[in-house]
T-cell receptor
Framework: DAKTTQPPSMDCAEGRAANLPCNHS???????VYWYRQIHSQGPQYIIH???NNETNEMASLIITEDRKSSTLILPHATLRDTAVYYC?????????????FGTGTLLAVQP | KAGVTQTPRYLIKTRGQQVTLSCSPI?????VSWYQQTPGQGLQFLFE???????NKGNFPGRFSGRQFSNSRSEMNVSTLELGDSALYLC?????????FGQGTRLTVV
């Protein structure tokens, strides 16, 4: 699985959009980008995933660059409850394996 | 639909003891994986089970083992506990494209 690079921390004002970047320059053609978040001492929560097209669900939007070497997770209107560590993971779609390789993630602090 | 259930939520053990943690996946999910989370090492993959067979194993010593039952419930066992085994142990079940995590078992070794 390709390695990802994320900034260690970011701040965002409540009500504003939070844009979390992720670099995955070694991603291969059959690998998807997955985002999870972990609120303090809870289990990671799935947010969204995508291959090459932009994706949106009720939680967030995922923007993947055309060369697929980087992506951005967008929380459109951040709330205090969105304060968490956000992990960007690259892995084969669905796949036979349930193995996820977590990096250090980005600690998003939403400020009131 | 019930989520992933891990028991117990908290556990305190003494060095040298052994411990068994349990994970009940989402109904219908056949894949269960286990992770260890510590402040120093972050989230690390332990092993994965699918249809009662171990499919993947992380880089952990043989003191860490697991199994999966025919109903997909899984257990992990740690023998001869060390202080460094203190961690949050998470399991995840997968039935499609996403993995869903339980709340974890917080193990403290004293």
């Amino acid at each position: 699985d390709a390695k990802t690079t994320q900034p260690p921390s970011m701040d965002c004002a409540e009500g504003r959009a939070a844009n979390l970047p992720c670099n995955h320059s070694t991603i291969s053609g059959n690998e998807y980008v997955y985002w999870y978040r972990q609120i303090h001492s809870q289990g990671p929560q799935y947010i969204i995933h995508g291959l090459k097209n932009n994706e949106t669900n009720e939680m967030a939007s995922l923007i993947i660059t055309e060369d697929r070497k980087s992506s951005t997770l967008i929380l459109p209107h951040a709330t205090l409850r969105d304060t968490a560590v956000y992990y960007c993971i690259v892995r084969n779609y669905g796949g036979a394996t349930n193995k996820l390789i977590f990096g250090t993630g980005t600690l998003l602090a939403v400020q009131p | 639909k019930a989520g992933v259930t891990q028991t117990p939520r908290y556990l305190i053990k003494t060095r040298g003891q052994q411990v068994t943690l349990s994970c009940s996946p989402i109904s219908g999910h056949r894949s269960v994986s286990w992770y260890q989370q510590t402040p120093g090492q972050g989230l690390q993959f332990l092993f994965e089970y699918f249809s009662e067979t171990q499919r993947n194993k992380g880089n952990f010593p043989g003191r860490f083992s697991g199994r999966q039952f025919s109903n997909s419930r899984s257990e992990m066992n740690v023998s001869t506990l060390e202080l460094g085994d203190s961690a949050l142990y998470l399991c995840a079940s997968k039935g499609g494209t996403e993995a869903f995590f339980g709340q974890g078992t917080r193990l403290t070794v004293v």
